[in-house]
């Protein structure tokens, strides 16, 4: 083989790497669920990281408050790889991956919660909330009813257009005050 040859080999092979390591960050992207392209023209808002009180002299922490066109939507993020196995009925999930095995409270049963704080703080406002699986998650006997994938929600959540509507207003400004982060 000449140098040219060699070369010509090593560009070739460092050109499919490239593309290679492209696909590969664009399938781990789809996989991830990438919520901003998910929300985009679905909210009219959003706040992250919501402390709010829960009635009974305690507070409750929502991941995340969408401003929705059906009202307010909390949601529970869990970042999750691998086999989940759990149900409504379960105390305790697990999760399997590679060969590693991984405990971890059902996260259905503080949803409940969530809602009845953020609706006594909402007033009038519809009130859902769901689990939120981002990552490359699979549940092998079923997956609970309240748990979403990012294209899951994405069917859910109605298109938005304009402001938020004057009645909800201040009730988001209200909630948003409570946030973190916007």
């Not at 990438?34 to 023209?41: A, Y």
């Not at 919660?113 to 769901?130: N, T």
């Amino acid at each position: 083989m000449h140098s040219e040859d060699i070369i010509l080999l090593a560009a070739a092979g460092f050109g499919l790497l490239v593309i290679l390591s492209a696909l590969g960050y664009w399938i781990w992207r789809r996989r991830r669920g990438d919520l901003g392209r998910v929300l985009k023209g679905r909210v009219w808002d959003q706040a992250r990281d919501v402390v709010i009180p829960d009635g009974l002299d305690g507070q409750v922490h929502i991941d995340l408050v969408l401003m929705t066109r059906r009202g307010l939507v909390a949601l529970e993020i869990k970042r999750l790889r691998g086999a989940v196995f759990g149900s409504e009925k379960m105390g305790e999930w697990v999760m399997l991956d590679n060969g590693r095995r991984h405990g971890f409270r059902n996260p259905l049963g503080p949803l409940e919660e969530r809602v009845a704080a953020l609706s006594h703080f909402a007033g009038g406002i519809r009130v859902e909330a769901y689990v939120l699986l981002i990552g490359d998650v699979s549940f092998p006997k079923g997956r609970p009813t309240r748990t979403v994938l990012p294209e899951d929600l994405a069917e859910r959540l109605e298109p938005v257009s304009g402001d938020i509507p004057d009645g909800w207003r201040a009730t988001w400004g209200k909630i948003a005050g409570h946030a973190e982060r916007r």
